[in-house]
């Protein structure tokens, strides 16, 4: 099954579908509605909910609204950090960063479901992603970032490493707007992690935003 979801995920054609979004860091009634329509002009292939200090139960209440919102989309419903709460929510897959646990565990949890992980800029971390069979390995940060302000650096030899080396969907994460995110596809990258460009950008409303990546 994970042979499956890898090969649809290759198979994608990622100009139409190129944005990974990942959620805003609080979540109130309005983003809801925000969110279906971003994910209406059919250019989000995934979207991660990332939340910290959220308890339990209203994690799980916003879960089960994002999944009827990203079904819809047809688009894929990412959790951060959880494998457990993947399971219980019934999510597409799980993202995970290198100190969110064991990554074998993961992997044999999640039968028949993706599971993404955080590389940094580490051709190390890439290769024991693609040896515990990964979905997707995600590279960053690339520029400053609202969301990490201090997330380790990442360069642009790590995708033309990557180009060559790495046969599973590469994402990039950090800083990415609608100017700088062409150099990152340009060495390779098949995905780019948006958040604070799409949910707190000064200028534009988020289906504004979204507007701008082509």
């Known amino acids: ?80 950090d959880s494998y457990a709460l993947t399971l ?17 565990i993961a992997r044999k949890k999640l039968k028949g479901k993706i599971l993404g992980i955080t590389c940094h800029n580490s051709k190390v971390f890439a290769k024991k992603a693609i040896g515990l069979n990964a979905d997707y390995v995600a590279f960053g940060s690339f520029f400053k970032s609202k969301l990490k302000p201090g997330a380790k650096k990442a360069n642009l030899s790590i995708l033309r490493w990557s180009k060559k080396n790495i046969k599973i969907p590469i994402v990039v994460i950090g800083g990415i707007n609608n100017i700088n995110y062409k150099k990152l596809m340009a060495a390779g990258a098949k995905y780019i992690a948006l958040s604070s460009f799409i949910w707190d950008n000064p200028k534009l409303r988020p289906e504004q935003a979204i507007r701008k990546f082509k």
Do not use: E, W
Request: contains cysteine; hydrophobic residues 40%.
């Open 1 to 80: 099954m994970v042979g499956r979801i890898r090969k649809r995920v290759c198979g994608l054609t990622p100009l139409k579908r190129l944005v990974y979004l990942i959620s805003p860091s609080k979540i109130n009634q309005n983003f809801y509605a925000s969110l279906d329509k971003v994910l209406s002009f059919k250019k989000v292939k995934f979207f991660q909910l990332r939340l910290k200090n959220v308890s339990q139960k209203k994690l799980i209440n916003i879960c089960k609204k994002i999944r009827k919102i990203t079904a819809k989309h047809k688009v894929k419903f990412i959790i951060n």
């Open 88 to 104: 219980r929510v019934k999510a597409s897959g799980c993202h995970m960063g290198q100190q969110d646990g064991s990554f074998k």
